[in-house]
């Protein structure tokens, strides 16, 4: 194993912890490079659940280090909180090592994201309202406060207040709300800095030294491929680059370095958050997918919207992430569905496409083109080997490949690290 990038296919969601949790056992290092703790990323482990937020989904390995770069935007109490749930539940924190580029979320971010949902009023994006976009807009506007600033509390404190003099502004003029205390929040927040500090480094030269001494590195990627800011069903994204090119303005490295870029896909679709979705189930169907497959959202409890596989998404995504391969989570929770229906194209006024649109209103006036195929009943979840899957599963696999062109490698049957099958 060597550079592997691992990325989600459609809205989030897709298992992406679990696969990196299962790969991070051969692994050197692994890698968060962009968004922040609007991820849940669930990792279980012989009947434990961790529920990873900013985190790599490589910690439970000692011997892993776990990286979080200089892409990713960081709320340093949702991170103390995270270090201490995970710490007692007995796993070892001294191997994470956080970028000195990396963004501070601070609490005008959280207000700003509440206040400006609602000032969209019934446009509102759904986000997960932890503080991101407002954080990266900080970030592009060149007016954000880094790791680097926030662990020296002289420099802190002058930016700190500088920015709160003028976020007050907006956020009493623009949106109405309440002032913020610069003051009350570099004395709480001083002392989060203290107690991140210890791990607190330039990333991007471990991760280079990793690669180039020839170390396994994962690369876990956060969100998916259509909330990315450029790439995905704007303005329904997050404020990041979650597609495979992320990761190297993200951790720092060159394309080059990457040797493979495997897309994490659901055997179906889900969303949480506004904007269209194509192959969305408002029946009986859709509810029993949601129920199977628990499918309430890891950070914000959300019911996640759930749909048809959906090919013309997966293509996008082996397009514009450069996929090797695929890993295909939850096929166990379409077992009982008498018929399975996979999209295959769109249909609009004019033309029928294969290709994702670039415009959410064209999307939303899109019709699914699918193909039937057979279900299967069986409980796969004890099933580890491609040839002992019921027969309709193996050719929903197949048929899939097929739609998208590129290979599927692992089949998820489970949550847990050993519920997998590889090809
Ligand atoms: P992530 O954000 O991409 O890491 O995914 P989440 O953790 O938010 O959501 C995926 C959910 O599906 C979690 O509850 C996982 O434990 C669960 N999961 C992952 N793979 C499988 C699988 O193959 N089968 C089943 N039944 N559950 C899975
Ligand atoms: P993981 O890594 C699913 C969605 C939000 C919202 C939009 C913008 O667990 O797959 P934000 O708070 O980022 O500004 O919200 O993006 N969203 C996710 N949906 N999984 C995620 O992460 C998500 N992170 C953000 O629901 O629609
Ligand atoms: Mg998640």
């Not at 495979?244 to 897309?263: K, M, R």
């Amino acid at each position: 194993m060597a550079t592997v990038a691992l990325v989600g296919t459609q809205w989030g969601d897709e298992g992406k912890g679990k696969v990196i949790d299962i790969l991070a056992a051969k692994a050197d290092m692994v890698v968060r490079a962009q968004g922040g703790n609007n991820a849940g990323h669930t990792v279980v482990n012989g009947g434990v659940t961790y529920k990873l937020r900013l985190v790599p989904s490589g910690i439970l390995y000692k011997g892993c280090d776990c990286i979080i770069a200089g892409g990713v935007v960081i709320d340093p109490k949702a991170l103390l909180t995270e270090l201490s749930d995970i710490a007692s539940k007995g796993v070892r924190t001294e191997k994470l090592h956080i970028d000195e580029r990396a963004h501070i979320i601070l609490p005008y971010h959280l207000s700003l994201d509440a206040l400006s949902e609602k000032a969209r009023g019934g446009k509102d994006i759904g986000t997960t309202g932890r503080g991101i976009g407002p954080c990266y807009t900080d970030k592009a506007e060149r007016s954000g406060i880094r790791m680097y600033d926030f662990i020296r509390p002289e420099i802190f404190k002058a930016k700190l207040f500088d920015r709160v003099a003028t976020k007050n502004k907006i956020i009493t003029s623009v949106y109405g709300g309440q002032a913020l205390d610069a003051q009350a929040i570099y004395d709480e927040y001083k002392t989060y800095a203290d107690e991140l500090k210890k791990y607190v480094c330039d990333t991007s030269v471990l991760i280079y030294e990793a690669i180039t001494s020839g170390k396994s590195v994962l690369l876990e990627g956060a969100q998916g491929t259509l909330l990315d800011l450029g790439c995905g069903t704007y303005p329904y994204v997050t404020s990041s680059y979650p597609i495979s090119g992320g990761f190297c303005i993200g951790a720092g490295i060159g394309p080059t370095a990457i040797n493979e870029c495997i897309g994490i896909a659901k055997a179906y679709t889900t969303r949480v958050g506004k904007g269209p979705f194509p192959t969305e189930l408002d029946d009986e169907i859709g509810e029993t997918i949601r129920k199977v497959g628990a499918e309430f959202g890891t950070v914000t409890g959300r019911p996640r919207r759930c749909g048809w596989l959906d090919c013309v998404i997966l293509r996008f995504a082996v397009r514009v992430n450069g996929l090797t391969s695929i890993a295909l989570n939850k096929l166990d929770t379409l077992s009982g569905l008498k018929e399975l229906k996979v999209c295959v194209a769109y249909k609009t006024d004019k033309k029928l496409t294969e290709h994702f649109p670039a415009d959410i209103d064209e999307l939303a006036h899109c019709q699914p083109v699918y193909e039937t195929l057979p279900g299967f009943t069986e409980d796969i979840s004890g099933v580890r080997k491609f040839e002992d899957l019921p027969v309709n599963a193996k050719k929903y696999v197949e048929f899939i490949e097929k739609q998208i062109g590129c290979r599927i490698s692992m089949i998820g049957v489970g949550p847990d690290r050993n519920q997998c099958i590889y090809r």
